[in-house]
């Protein structure tokens, strides 16, 4: 396995649901993201971790929660989600951000 | 509040010609800036990144940066069909660990 990869790619849940988002990173990198991407929106950062330990957390609601169990490792587990949070999450990794981040696949998560 | 700016588009180019697209930032402490490729449906690619004022290629890309103008733009030279897709521009500040984004270019090339 090479660069960063996310499970599901694809995800459908209820309001009343409880899932989780999995990153890997295979690049040695030691800063994590996850970001939300809604239609003709900029992508919106939600949580960093710098060698897993969470760096910012963007005003995020706390239906949203991660965790970071490692350097290689990122979660963003899920509970009680409202329809707009329906979008395209996406994990990225950066050695240094000055060189840019390497994204996942991402997880499309639909709300019903 | 620290903005990137890129026109959404779409941006509409004949296959062959060249695609010109441009981003402008507010923070003048930027120090880095990328361009991503991003098919629909799918996630953001690095396709080029540049630190220092003037052009620089690869292949077919040219980047293309002013400092003074705070402004950064991409060229596509014998554009594609294949490189239909948002192209997002982002700076780096070099104070933190993360990219400020803007919303993306929608370039469609036409055969």
């Known amino acids: 396995e090479t660069g960063v990869t996310q499970t599901p790619r694809h995800l459908v849940m209820g309001m009343t649901n409880k899932k989780s988002l999995k990153c890997e990173q295979h690049?040695?990198?030691?800063?994590m993201y996850w970001y939300k991407q809604s239609a003709k929106k900029p992508l919106e950062l939600m949580f960093v971790?710098?060698?897993?330990?969470?760096?910012e957390n963007n005003s995020v609601p706390s239906r949203f929660s991660p965790e970071c169990p490692n350097s290689s490792h990122l979660f963003l587990h899920l509970h009680t989600l409202q329809p707009e949070d329906s979008a395209l999450y996406l994990c990225a990794s950066s050695q240094d951000p000055g060189y840019g981040y390497t994204f996942g696949s991402g997880t499309r998560l639909t709300v019903v | 509040q620290k903005e990137v700016e890129q026109n959404s588009g779409p941006l509409s180019v004949p296959e062959g010609a060249i695609a010109s697209l441009n981003c402008t930032y507010s923070d003048r402490g930027s120090q880095s800036f990328f361009w991503y490729r991003q098919y629909s449906g799918k996630s953001p690619e690095l396709i080029m990144f540049i630190y220092s004022n003037g052009d620089k290629e690869d292949g077919r890309f040219t980047a293309q940066l002013n400092k003074a103008s705070q402004y950064v733009s991409l060229l596509i030279r014998d554009s594609q069909p294949s490189d239909s897709a948002t192209y997002l521009c982002?700076?780096?500040?070099?104070?933190?660990?993360?990219?400020?984004w803007g919303l993306g270019t929608s370039l469609a090339v036409n055969p």
């Open positions: 971790y710098n060698f897993k330990e969470q760096t």
């Open positions: 982002a700076g780096y500040a070099g104070n933190n660990r993360k990219l400020i």
């Open positions: 690049l040695g990198h030691n800063a």
